[in-house]
């Protein structure tokens, strides 16, 4: 079973100096201390635990994390020893990264890297964004799969803005795609994240599973809710390898969702309400992969769980 969540703004209460977190620490607007952060990753812990069930989770890729100790801290929280994490710091402003966490006794990592994206716009203003995380791993010791957590640049400053910036953000993704596949047609590569933007069919070589509603498992219209309106922000996109054994769900649950005051309907719980704390989860919605291999090559078939 793999998740994809962007945890919003999970931040480490203490001040880094080479980013513009102040507003995440005990001086902050937020007064974001170290009991509300321990709450929080024992929110997502908690979470994680009830989409994973019995056999727990065995792959999340988390957008919003601030550095590897909140990442370290949760694998710790969600269950001690057996989970490892992949994470490298990005140069994004706020210091906000993402990373990969695994089920040790399922996954081996072969390769990890950062895939920096870069880029200029039409007015001189430099790209300076969440890098493209990267991991090539082994699962049960037996098929080899590629693994991208993204986390495409905001539409701060407006959608239409900002959109070459996702663009670009989107071109090099896609160039590590094609590498990937130029060299293995059959390859099985799942790229997850949220990608800012509404769901369309924007990389070659990967479907989008949040592209078509009628093949998506939820009770709910999207991930995320922004002035009233659901959209997939976050996504899945799979290699034909894996598209037609996978089910892809939305994990929405009523207690994490709570009313919506102003525009009615369901939002989902947050941390914070403007500067009002909830002690919620995230303003996103977590996303659910179920993947079931073909079995001529073995005589039991794996079923991701």
């Given at each position: 079973m793999v998740v994809s969540y962007n945890t919003e703004n999970l931040f480490y209460p203490e001040r880094d100096s080479l980013t513009d977190d102040k507003e995440w620490t005990p001086d902050g607007e937020r007064h974001w201390s170290f009991t509300r952060y321990y709450r929080k990753e024992e929110n997502l812990a908690r979470l994680l635990t009830t989409i994973g069930e019995w056999d727990g989770v065995d792959i999340v890729g988390l957008q919003e994390v601030e550095n590897a100790m909140v990442v370290k801290r949760l694998c710790y929280t969600l269950?001690?020893?057996?989970?490892?994490?992949?994470?490298?710091?990005?140069?994004?402003?706020?210091?906000?990264?993402?990373?990969?966490?695994?089920?040790k006794a399922r996954i081996d990592t072969l390769r990890t890297r950062a895939i920096e994206v870069t880029g200029e716009g039409t007015d001189g203003e430099r790209l300076v964004t969440r890098d493209i995380l990267y991991v090539c791993a082994m699962v049960d010791r037996r098929d080899t799969m590629h693994f991208f957590v993204c986390h495409l640049?905001?539409?701060?400053?407006?959608?239409?803005?900002?959109?070459?910036?996702r663009d670009q953000a989107k071109r090099v993704l896609q160039s590590a795609i094609e590498s990937i596949l130029?060299?293995?047609?059959?390859?099985?590569?799942i790229v997850m994240g949220d990608m800012n933007g509404a769901p369309k069919d924007d990389l070659k070589g990967v479907t989008n599973r949040m592209a078509n509603g009628e093949r998506l498992k939820t009770s709910v219209a999207g991930t995320h809710k922004y002035h009233g309106r659901w959209t997939y922000l976050d996504r899945f996109y799979l290699s034909p390898a894996l598209d037609s054994l996978s089910q892809t769900s939305v994990f929405a649950p009523d207690w994490l969702l709570e009313p919506d005051?102003?525009?009615?309907g369901l939002q989902p719980k947050r941390t914070y309400d403007g500067f009002h704390y909830r002690n919620g989860y995230s303003d996103h919605l977590p996303i659910v992969l179920r993947i079931a291999t073909d079995t001529a090559s073995t005589s039991a078939s794996y079923e991701s769980r």
């Open positions: 269950r001690r020893g057996e989970y490892d994490y992949v994470h490298y710091d990005s140069p994004d402003r706020r210091g906000i990264d993402v990373a990969l966490v695994y089920k640049p905001s539409r701060r400053g407006g959608a239409a803005e900002s959109e070459w910036k130029t060299t293995d047609k059959n390859a099985q590569i005051e102003k525009y009615m």
